[in-house]
């Protein structure tokens, strides 16, 4: 397989941070080809390539760490088959949510830019944290501006949380961003977001969803398994920096 095949450049994760980004586009790594990834970010001065590995792929995930890939992150993938105890009961405690307003923007923001410090942009610290802070600032706003099908947002009596929901599809739905203000964590606002966004894709007849979160963010999943979400999926996230790669590797 040639370099060209096995990763990319790209295009609005360089803009948004400042310098070359990449990310491994085959589903498997030789320890060759693993090697062949860091001669092309080094020759092209990518800064940073990402590698999504499947869970049980563990010769991958020796071959990606041996090149001198940091671990980043575990991805795991939940689905929600439509139930409707479970739409009826999540539903119910959703009085206090409604789509969203041109009005609650702001709030939004303030809210995003302190909400999704779990994600493997955070845990990386070599993204700089100002702009991991308006990464999901302008991710809420987009799907605000019609990236999503509809944001709702959980008001008392401002913006306390909002929740993003997309269409795939006839009958297939995903949760995109669930975040909530940290001065509203613990009082049920999170309860009340997935349940009134699974009453929305019910009532439009799309009986399967699925949300992404991190391994380690324990309260979200445990959000999720409430309200009738299974594990479909468990990968891993690393990040190669190949300037660190080869200091490592002349260590």
């Given at each position: 397989?040639?370099?060209?095949?096995?990763?990319?450049?790209?295009?609005?994760?360089?803009?948004?941070?400042?310098?070359?980004?990449g990310r491994v586009v085959?589903?498997?790594?030789?320890?060759?080809?693993?090697?062949?990834?860091?001669?092309?970010?080094?020759?092209?001065?990518?800064?940073?390539?990402?590698?999504?590995?499947?869970?049980?792929?563990?010769?991958?995930?020796?071959?990606?760490?041996?090149?001198?890939?940091?671990?980043?992150?575990?991805?795991?993938?939940?689905?929600?088959?439509?139930?409707?105890?479970?739409?009826?009961?999540?539903?119910?405690?959703?009085?206090?949510?409604?789509?969203?307003?041109?009005?609650?923007?702001?709030?939004?923001?303030?809210?995003?830019?302190?909400?999704?410090?779990?994600?493997?942009?955070?845990?990386?610290?070599?993204?700089?944290?100002e702009r991991c802070d308006?990464?999901?600032?302008?991710?809420?706003?987009?799907?605000?501006?019609?990236?999503?099908?509809?944001?709702?947002?959980?008001?008392?009596?401002?913006?306390?949380?909002?929740?993003?929901?997309?269409?795939?599809?006839?009958?297939?739905?995903?949760?995109?961003?669930?975040?909530?203000?940290?001065?509203?964590?613990?009082?049920?606002?999170?309860?009340?977001?997935?349940?009134?966004?699974?009453?929305?894709?019910?009532?439009?007849?799309?009986?399967?969803?699925?949300?992404?979160?991190?391994?380690?963010?324990?309260?979200?999943?445990?959000?999720?398994?409430?309200?009738?979400?299974?594990?479909?999926?468990?990968?891993?996230?690393?990040?190669?920096?190949?300037?660190?790669?080869?200091?490592?590797?002349?260590?």
């Amino acid at each position: 397989m040639e370099t060209s095949d096995l990763c990319e450049r790209l295009q609005w994760d360089s803009t948004f941070f400042g310098f070359p980004v990449g990310r491994v586009v085959s589903r498997s790594l030789s320890p060759a080809e693993a090697g062949r990834v860091v001669t092309w970010a080094t020759r092209e001065g990518v800064r940073c390539v990402y590698c999504l590995v499947d869970g049980g792929d563990v010769e991958t995930h020796h071959a990606v760490e041996q090149a001198g890939f940091r671990f980043a992150d575990s991805r795991v993938q939940l689905e929600w088959l439509h139930d409707p105890a479970i739409v009826t009961a999540a539903g119910s405690a959703a009085d206090l949510v409604g789509p969203c307003r041109d009005a609650d923007h702001p709030a939004l923001a303030r809210i995003a830019r302190n909400a999704h410090d779990q994600s493997r942009f955070y845990r990386d610290r070599h993204f700089p944290r100002e702009r991991c802070d308006a990464l999901y600032e302008q991710w809420i706003l987009g799907d605000c501006a019609g990236a999503a099908a509809v944001v709702l947002v959980a008001r008392s009596p401002a913006p306390v949380g909002y929740v993003s929901c997309h269409v795939r599809g006839a009958a297939c739905g995903s949760i995109g961003l669930l975040g909530v203000a940290s001065t509203a964590r613990r009082r049920g606002v999170g309860q009340a977001l997935v349940g009134s966004a699974l009453a929305w894709f019910a009532t439009r007849g799309i009986g399967s969803v699925e949300i992404i979160t991190q391994g380690h963010n324990v309260e979200a999943l445990r959000l999720y398994q409430r309200n009738g979400f299974r594990t479909r999926a468990v990968k891993f996230w690393w990040h190669l920096w190949p300037t660190l790669a080869g200091a490592r590797a002349g260590a």
